[in-house]
């Protein structure tokens, strides 16, 4: 099966008056007539999934996919229930949306599926389906919006969310259901007296669209937390449905991008979007964040007063080994090596692994994590070697993820480990963690084993395995 | 009906937390999910709270739950009868309850008009296959399980979200005093019930069991303290305190009183200065949730 792609990304408003009342006023009535574009340029493309990242689907265990092939009930908006009733019948691809949930659970997030019967469907995700897919032609995903996800949970959503496109071959496209400036008016109005609620909110609006008419995509994602100080209700933390679209985008800013409709729904800033992978021409990102691949566990919530808590606690928990341990190398390359950017980076000139014949031989495998360097468990020590508290099980469990990785990279997995020296720097406190570690994941594969102990590793880990695996097939 | 003319009264207050989890493990018939049990200190706190009021006489139950969430002003529950399921859009493994309610709609549009002519946005909600939330609900069968008391059900105005805890408790003082009145002119007697947490910082991962009690316990020692604090207030009649504090309080222990359901309630009972009884305190996936009853009807002096 070909790899499959995101052929479009689309931006577009929440709230029910498209649906229920575009023809009280003409603004709410030309972004009904832009979704109707979006709607046949989504069928001209070809799509055959559309996954809405809805925001007014807020979770707080991880995150949550719908997952009943054909939910059906009648929504009705907490606010505007007065506009009327939106009775909806969906067509749901719970296969894709499983997939997903274990693509999720395979980069360290926490995710779930929902099927139940009665399963309230969001505002935003309904009014997307119903005018984006009327006839219910094209299956679709939605996913929540974690109320404590930051930057990194929710670009690693996205990746996640690729895995499965490319290994199934979909041709997706990619909607946030979401406002621009979500400040609404907090008395009814007149429907013709409907505007943007602010001047300010109005500006911030029109330059978050002239960065998306000209497809920069990763700069809008960039920008999100002062957008969001600057124009959004805390309703929903952080401008983060721009983190996921551009997660789901590469984090390009190259795109080509249009403007269908600007309007005001009650005060706040509704735009309908339309993102073409088509490489535009502009330019490259001005600044990068981390590029995040595998999230690392936990949200550090208690300490995060702030988005700017939140990128410092990331920062620090990260402690990059080149503060604590040898540099990093780029893994070598050759003929026969494997190498993966899903494991950490070398301490020294040599690959992750090489096949000979049958064989895949890999270079000693620690629990660092990639990107980070972070170590799950904790260091052993300091900078300055004084000794620290850790978690051999972490430890553990985190080295046979790497291995697994390695693994996966050369097109195999953990059931084809046929060998393992591991290498213990304190046998005495250790072994039992490491082996009840061992028992649940490798000894289920059944590999030999040697335990060694030893004085040092280079970096400050506990554990490292040698490991020698059956190599998959070349053909 | 006139103020002087009416013989209403408001026979208690309580706070009355609405996670999910608590109707999950007890296994009502109407909810889906079966639970062995859980959260039994908050439970038991709830028996003893339906122990205190079984023998007084009242005719409704007056409730604002945090999980109506509206942000065009405060809406009431505006036909007679509501009756459908609802699912937990956050938590729909532990609820999926089958309702039957019926609304005192004369009382909650006495309290609309009344809150309209104090010139705070309201708006009566009357469309019937609107759904009503699981904190209404929650609370609604953990108070009442016999549901033989009609409902007013207040949706909860974010407008803490929209400028700061300082004026959404001036709007909430204001909707408070305006209850009060309304109750008290309408000839009913009446149950007041705030459903919110104190500090309501989550654990984001759920154990694989969710009743398991091994799992539970409040986020960190300043939550705790946080929830410590402002008991001592409510069992010691320091209403005016805890309005004084609400600021810090919401702001550092993230507390649902962002709501603005606790400020609401201690305006409609008058800012008590006699003890409240408190009947149970638990965690919910490290939320802190305090039961608390303020027996309006032995302090008839704080109710005219």
């Not at chain 1, 995700?125 to 032609?137: F, G, Q, T, Y």
């Not at chain 1, 939605?142 to 895995?163: F, G, P, Q, W």
């Not at chain 2, 309201?122 to 759904?131: G, H, L, Q, S, Y």
Request: glycine share 8%.
């Amino acid at each position: 099966m070909s790899d499959g792609e995101l052929v479009g990304s689309y931006i577009v408003p929440v709230h029910p008056h498209t649906v229920l009342a575009a023809d009280q006023n003409e603004g709410w009535g030309r972004l009904r007539d832009a979704f109707g574009e979006a709607a046949q340029r989504i069928k001209d493309s070809g799509a055959d999934l559309l996954i809405i990242y809805s925001t007014t689907w807020p979770s707080i265990i991880g995150h949550q996919i719908i997952a009943d092939p054909n939910p059906e009930w009648v929504m009705v908006d907490n606010d505007f229930h007065d506009l009327g009733s939106i009775p909806y019948s969906f067509n749901i691809d719970d296969k894709f949306a499983h997939a997903w949930n274990q693509a999720n659970e395979n980069r360290g997030l926490k995710s779930r599926t929902v099927a139940y019967h009665g399963f309230p469907i969001d505002v935003g995700s309904v009014v997307a389906l119903k005018l984006l897919n009327p006839d219910n032609a094209i299956p679709a995903v939605i996913v929540s919006s974690n109320v404590y996800a930051n930057r990194a949970e929710t670009t690693v959503l996205a990746k996640a969310c690729m895995d499965v496109i490319k290994a199934t071959g979909r041709k997706a496209v990619a909607v946030t259901a979401m406002s621009l400036s979500n400040r609404m008016f907090t008395k009814p109005i007149d429907p013709k007296d409907d505007k943007i609620h602010s001047l300010k909110d109005d500006e911030w609006n029109r330059k978050i669209l002239e960065f998306l008419g000209e497809g920069r995509l990763e700069d809008v994602g960039q920008l999100s937390r002062t957008i969001h100080r600057q124009i959004r209700v805390n309703k929903v933390v952080a401008f983060k449905p721009m983190w996921w679209l551009s997660g789901m985008n590469q984090n390009r800013n190259n795109l080509t991008g249009e403007v269908l409709a600007y309007e005001a729904i009650h005060g706040a800033g509704g735009a309908v979007v339309h993102l073409d992978p088509a490489a535009s021409g502009a330019g490259d990102k001005e600044y990068d964040e981390d590029d995040v691949e595998y999230f690392l566990g936990e949200r550090n919530v208690l300490d995060a007063q702030s988005d700017e808590t939140e990128i410092v606690s990331e920062i620090v928990s990260a402690k990059p080994s080149n503060s604590n341990g040898p540099a990093l190398w780029e893994p070598t390359e050759s003929k026969d090596s494997v190498n993966s950017a899903a494991a950490p980076k070398p301490v020294g000139a040599y690959p992750h692994a090489r096949r000979v014949g049958d064989l895949l031989y890999l270079s000693g495998v620690g629990p660092r994590q990639p990107g980070t360097n972070s170590i799950p468990g904790g260091p052993i020590h300091d900078a300055d070697g004084k000794p620290l508290e850790y978690d051999i099980k972490a430890q553990t469990h985190a080295v046979v993820q790497n291995i697994t990785r390695i693994l996966e990279e050369a097109g195999g997995s953990i059931d084809d480990v046929l060998d393992v020296t591991s290498f213990l720097v304190d046998m005495d406190r250790d072994f039992k963690g490491y082996n009840e570690v061992w028992a649940e994941t490798l000894g289920k594969v059944g590999p030999t084993r040697t335990t060694l102990a030893i004085r040092a590793l280079p970096t400050p880990i506990a554990v490292e395995m040698k490991v020698i695996a059956k190599a998959p097939s070349l053909e | 009906m006139g103020l002087f003319m009416s013989k209403g009264e408001i026979v208690a207050g309580c706070l009355a937390p609405h996670p999910p989890h608590l109707v999950y493990a007890e296994n009502p018939e109407q909810n889906e999910p079966t639970a062995e049990g859980g959260w039994e200190q908050l439970r038991w706190g709830y028996e003893r709270l339906r122990e205190s009021l079984a023998d007084v006489e009242y005719d409704a139950i007056v409730l604002l739950s945090p999980h109506w969430q509206t942000y065009i002003g405060t809406h009431f529950l505006g036909l007679p009868k509501f009756k459908s399921l609802s699912v937990d859009p956050v938590f729909p493994n532990l609820f999926r309850y089958h309702y039957d309610l019926s609304i005192d709609v004369d009382l909650a549009r006495q309290i609309h008009d009344k809150a309209a002519d104090a010139g705070l946005a309201v708006k009566m909600m009357e469309n019937p296959d609107f759904r009503v939330d699981y904190g209404t609900i929650t609370t609604g069968h953990m108070f009442n399980p016999q549901w033989d008391k009609p409902l007013v059900v207040l949706s909860s105005n974010r407008s803490r979200d929209y400028y700061s805890v300082e004026v959404m408790q001036e709007m909430m003082m204001e909707l408070g005093r305006v209850t009060r009145e309304a109750i008290l002119a309408s000839g009913k007697k009446v149950v007041v019930l705030a459903s919110n947490s104190l500090s309501h910082r989550h654990f984001t991962t759920e154990s694989a069991i969710p009743e398991d009690m091994s799992k539970e316990h409040i986020t960190s020692h300043a939550m705790h303290l946080w929830d410590m604090r402002m008991i001592e207030y409510f069992r010691t009649g320091q209403s005016q305190r805890i309005l004084d504090e609400m600021p810090e309080f919401t702001e550092q222990a993230i507390a649902e009183s962002d709501g603005g359901g606790l400020s609401w309630l201690l305006s409609t009972l008058d800012i008590p200065n006699y003890p409240g009884i408190l009947h149970g305190y638990g965690t919910i996936i490290g939320t802190g949730n305090a039961i608390v009853e303020w027996p309006e009807r032995n302090h008839k002096e704080g109710s005219e």
